[in-house]
């Protein structure tokens, strides 16, 4: 079992920055990738990125050129780095991990775009 554990959430202005963190714990081996997902109110969840342990990432069309996610296999954590932030960004952001056929989940950290 893995645990996921998000942090940095908040209100931010649109055009302005945030930064999410996201530690595994539990049996962390061979959890590859990592990478984060979103729930807006009344939509579907979906995919921002995900970064496999070799460095290789995607990104959601819409955020790509804004968003940076980073890893760091040792700790077993992984970055969402967010900049020039739209309203529509406003979500609650869910740390992913997969590892050897199974889907994990953090509880989630609200995101708010809005002046």
């Known amino acids: 079992q893995v645990q996921l554990v998000e942090s940095g959430g908040g209100l931010v202005q649109p055009g302005g920055s945030l930064t999410l963190s996201c530690a595994a714990s539990?049996?962390?081996?061979?959890?590859?990738?990592m990478g984060w997902y979103r729930q807006a109110p009344g939509k579907e969840r979906e995919l921002v990125g995900l970064?496999?342990?070799?460095?290789?990432?995607n990104y959601l069309d819409s955020v790509k050129g804004r968003f940076t996610i980073s890893r760091d296999n040792a700790k077993n954590t992984v970055t969402l780095q967010m900049n020039n932030l739209k309203p529509e960004d406003t979500a609650v952001y869910l740390c992913?991990?997969?590892?050897?056929?199974?889907?994990?989940w953090g509880q989630g950290t609200p995101v708010t775009v809005s002046s």
């Open positions: 992913y991990a997969f590892q050897r056929g199974a889907r994990y």
């Open positions: 539990g049996s962390t081996l061979s959890i590859n990738p």
């Open positions: 970064r496999d342990s070799g460095g290789f990432a």
